[in-house]
Structures are given as C-alpha cells and as structure tokens.
C-alpha cells in the first residue's frame, strides 16, 4: 500500500463519530455540572443536571443507531460518561444533600450507591451479546439516577426539612444502590415500536402524563421513576406467584 494510502487508512481508524459521541459529551457534561452545583448547595441545579444527562443518554444511542454511526469507542464512551452521570454524581449529591449528617453511615451508602452503578454497567457491557433484549437485569443506571436526584427535587419542591429526611434519603439511596446489582427483571421497551398503529384511546395516558410533567415536573418525574423501580418486584412476585407447585414423585 501506498504511504500515503497507510496514512489515510490510520487517521480513518482513529477517527471517531462526531454526531452520537457529541450527545454523550454533554450528557458527561450534565453529570459533571451536577458534581459541581452539588459542591456547591445548588441541588435542585444538580437534580435537574441529573434529569438532563437522562435525556442526552438516551439520545446519544438512538442517533447512532439512525445514523448508522455505531462504533466500539461509542459504546466505551457511552459507559464512562454514565457512570459518571449515574453513578458518581447522584451518589456525591445524596451525600452533600442529605447523608453528609449521618457521618460514616452516610459515606458507605452513598459509596454502595456508586459500586452499584459501576457493576451494573460492567455487567451490562460484558452480557450485552447474550442477554434478553426485552428486559435489564437489575434497574438500570439512569432510573435509579433518577430516584436519588427526583426525590432531591421534590423535597426541595415541597419544602421537605424534617429530621427523618436523613433516614427516608438513607433509604432509597440503598435501594436504587442494591437495585441495580440485583436479578430483578426490569422491561426494557426496546421492543416498543413507535411506528405501529395504537388505539386511539392510548393517547389520553399519554395526554395526562405530559400534562402532569408540564404543571409539576418533580412530583410527575419522581413519581413516574418509583413505579417503574417498583415494577421490577411486582413483575417478580406476579412471576413467582404464577409458578405451578411441583408434584413430589413417589418414590418406591
């Protein structure tokens, strides 16, 4: 080959997409800020930073998949900026918030939140080939992101400055922590094709959700995530319940 081809050929390999990885640039941009704000008592600024690397997280994948420009580093890159959007910054602003006061306890939650985040991702990556697309193991990343940081919001929404706060915080960052590293099966929506005809009647839910984001976004955010984390066990329990007791064998 010639020089000039080899060179060509290498800046081609180490070139990457700009479109999908520039959504996942400021999706690590929003995790970042919300890092920041959280530093400096500016949570309900690093809540909705949260809320809005969701947004980006979700949209860097779809682009590439539109566009055709999936590539590995994208993949790579899209991990890292999670687990810091999801993982490091609702940890570090559950601490800040709230956790701060109850000394050594709060520090080892916030940080079983953050390993939560790092080996949900990890197990992600490494399954990805051979998992059920129609459902996650464990609640993913961004959902228990949201968990932490929507109830940041709404407390501080609602004015929410009781002595028990602490504890309720303690709580449900724990749970979305433990969460992710769990077997409960999540629906993923990946099925969900949005080209296909819907009865007409669908579309008043739909109509009463965006109604419900426009007049209250935290308590409609907050509540729309803790009935998705809590489908996962009722989608358990229903399946457990369902199973057919085996008939003992008689043995001679």
Request: glycine letters at 6%.
């Amino acid at each position: 080959m010639h020089p000039s081809n080899k060179r060509r050929s290498s800046l081609r390999h180490q070139s990457i997409y700009l479109l999908p990885n520039s959504f996942t640039l400021a999706a690590l941009f929003a995790g970042f800020y919300a890092i920041v704000q959280a530093m400096n008592h500016h949570f309900d600024y690093a809540a909705i930073a949260i809320f809005v690397a969701m947004v980006l997280d979700g949209m860097d994948g779809r682009v590439a998949r539109m566009t055709h420009t999936q590539s590995a580093f994208g993949a790579e890159f899209d991990s890292l900026a999670d687990m810091v959007s999801f993982g490091v910054a609702p940890a570090l602003v559950s601490y800040e918030w709230m956790l701060r006061g109850l000394g050594k306890l709060g520090w080892i939650v916030a940080f079983i939140y953050c390993a939560g985040a790092a080996l949900r991702l990890a197990r992600f990556n490494t399954q990805l080939e051979v998992a059920d697309k129609r459902f996650f193991q464990g609640m993913p990343s961004p959902t228990a992101a949201a968990l932490v940081a929507g109830f940041v919001w709404l407390s501080l929404e609602m004015e929410w400055a009781e002595p028990y706060m602490r504890w309720v915080t303690l709580g449900i960052t724990a749970f979305a922590g433990l969460t992710m590293v769990s077997n409960v099966r999540y629906y993923s929506f990946k099925e969900f094709n949005i080209r296909k005809t819907i009865p007409f009647f669908l579309l008043l839910p739909i109509l009463f959700v965006f109604v419900a984001i426009a007049a209250s976004p935290p308590v409609a955010l907050f509540g729309l995530f803790v009935v998705y984390a809590l489908s996962g066990y009722v989608f358990a329990g229903w399946t457990y319940l369902r199973r057919k007791p085996t008939m003992p064998t008689n043995q001679p």
